[in-house]
């Protein structure tokens, strides 16, 4: 749904209509400036072909010095695939992983394509319903729970999350990686939000599970969203056939983008100046939003994400987030997108563009939501 507000917001503007963009869960910045330098530099000194199905071996090293630089993991380079970003990952991830009629558990709210992808593969996403009594973020008692009733043999969480901004504390992704590993459950950790954190550090399911998947991207932290880059560490079992698929699926991540990603470990200044600025207009939107009567929202760990309750608004996030939309000009994403039961009462705003944005977002907001 994200998407096709974006489409009716676009609509409005080349119609004249000033719309602030509040709906997408994309960096308001350009790539980092070495990113685009050894883009530029690739460009041209080398032919940009085919490379490695499993990626590029620099890269592949590069990522696994990651782990050990940032969560002290150590992770070998042979155990690496680049991706076409976190997309071809999940695709990867579930072809190797799961048979056809799989039973994956995700949670609601979630990100939606987990569930679009799960079916059109013939396997069976199983929604774990969050909320704030575990600040919307899974646990292992609640896995467990849905394993004895029916038998699970995945299990697909992300942290931090979209839509919610929640994380999962340390000690809980210890335990749910155990219960995973001695139910022979499949765990694939989504952490393309790691480095947007706020509240406490993000911990790789790696650290706990050596049979987890593991899928980052680069176009979140790292802004870098059209280059089509991310990454996927998987048990050494399963590299062979990954490789395979990425062979006929895609043949490579794109190889321009491989060579561009490398710089994006050394633009740490960049980096941290764009999350300085995410953090600001998340503490703009806590002290602003109970203001406006939008008081109860998911705690907003990391991303950059709110999602919050609208219930003494509406009961029909659809069409609320289309009044604000065309009324006050300000697009959103409705929580139906991200929780089909109860997503209805919810929605998403995304505060990852430029401060003025959001400033003249709430500014609209506040007069809509207190008009006549």
Request: charged share 25%; with cysteine.
């Amino acid at each position: 749904m994200a998407m096709d507000v974006l489409r009716d917001a676009k609509a409005l503007e080349r119609a004249g209509r000033s719309i602030i963009h509040l709906e997408l869960g994309e960096p308001g910045v350009a790539a980092p400036r070495r990113v685009r330098e050894a883009a530029a530099e690739s460009l041209r000194h080398g032919a940009i072909g085919y490379g490695e199905a499993l990626g590029d071996a620099p890269l592949r090293d590069r990522i696994a010095r990651h782990y050990r630089e940032r969560y002290g993991v150590e992770v070998t380079p042979d155990r690496v695939i680049a991706t076409t970003g976190s997309s071809g990952g999940f695709l990867l991830a579930f072809l190797a992983g799961f048979d056809p009629g799989a039973r994956i558990a995700v949670t609601a709210p979630g990100y939606p394509a987990y569930a679009n992808i799960l079916s059109a593969l013939g396997l069976e996403p199983v929604l774990l319903d969050i909320g704030e009594e575990t600040r919307f973020a899974p646990t292992a008692a609640m896995l467990e729970a849905a394993h004895r009733e029916r038998k699970l043999h995945g299990a697909l969480f992300m942290s931090p999350a979209n839509p919610t901004g929640a994380m999962i504390a340390r000690d809980e992704l210890a335990r749910i990686c155990a219960f995973c590993d001695e139910a022979e459950i499949v765990l694939v950790s989504d952490e393309i939000y790691h480095g947007l954190e706020y509240e406490m550090r993000a911990e790789t399911a790696l650290r706990f599970s050596q049979r987890a998947l593991v899928i980052n991207s680069f176009s979140k932290y790292y802004a870098m969203t059209g280059w089509r880059l991310g990454w996927l560490v998987a048990p050494a079992e399963l590299m062979r056939p990954l490789e395979r698929l990425q062979q006929s699926l895609a043949i490579c991540a794109p190889t321009l983008s491989q060579r561009a990603a490398l710089a994006a470990f050394d633009a740490g200044d960049e980096l941290e100046a764009n999350r300085a600025a995410y953090a600001r207009n998340r503490a703009l939107l806590l002290d602003r939003l109970p203001k406006v009567g939008l008081d109860n929202f998911a705690p907003p760990d990391g991303a950059f994400y709110i999602y919050a309750d609208i219930s003494r608004f509406t009961d029909d996030s659809i069409g609320f987030c289309r009044r604000m939309l065309h009324e006050a000009g300000v697009a959103t994403t409705p929580g139906l997108d991200f929780d089909p039961r109860r997503g209805a009462k919810t929605l998403r705003l995304s505060y990852a563009g430029p401060e003025a944005d959001v400033r003249e977002g709430l500014a609209r907001l506040e007069a809509w939501l207190r008009r006549p």
